[in-house]
């Protein structure tokens, strides 16, 4: 069974700091790029960060840069969002997802919110 499975999510105050896991099992996990998306209510899904299978090359929203890290460890299958800085506007459910370039593979995780308020 393929399962993404978020956590991480909540409340957290503007200017605070979060981090988010995803814990992945039932493929590959080192064969696959990870992705974070975010959807917030009435806009579209939108792609916050990027790392290739090997980690290293990183790639990241123009709204989030220079406010979040996207790490992975391999041994743990695990890829990880951190975020500081927060704001109301990155309030949104966070996605995780797996991508395998070749054969156009890719997962979901079914999201944890991340609430940015007062």
Request: charged share 15%; net charge positive.
């Amino acid at each position: 069974q393929v399962q993404l499975v978020e956590s991480g999510g909540g409340l957290v105050q503007p200017g605070g700091s979060l981090r988010l896991s995803c814990a992945a099992s039932g493929f590959t996990f080192s064969s696959y790029s990870m992705r974070w998306y975010r959807q917030a209510p009435g806009k579209e899904r939108e792609l916050v960060a990027a790392i290739a299978s090997a980690g290293g090359s990183t790639n990241y929203a123009d709204s989030m840069k220079g406010r979040c890290t996207i790490s992975r460890d391999n041994a743990k299958n695990t890829v990880y969002l951190q975020m500081s800085s927060l704001k109301p506007e990155d309030t949104a459910v966070y996605y995780c997802n797996a991508r395998l370039l070749i054969g156009d593979v890719n997962y979901w995780g079914k999201g944890t919110l991340v609430t940015v308020s007062s």
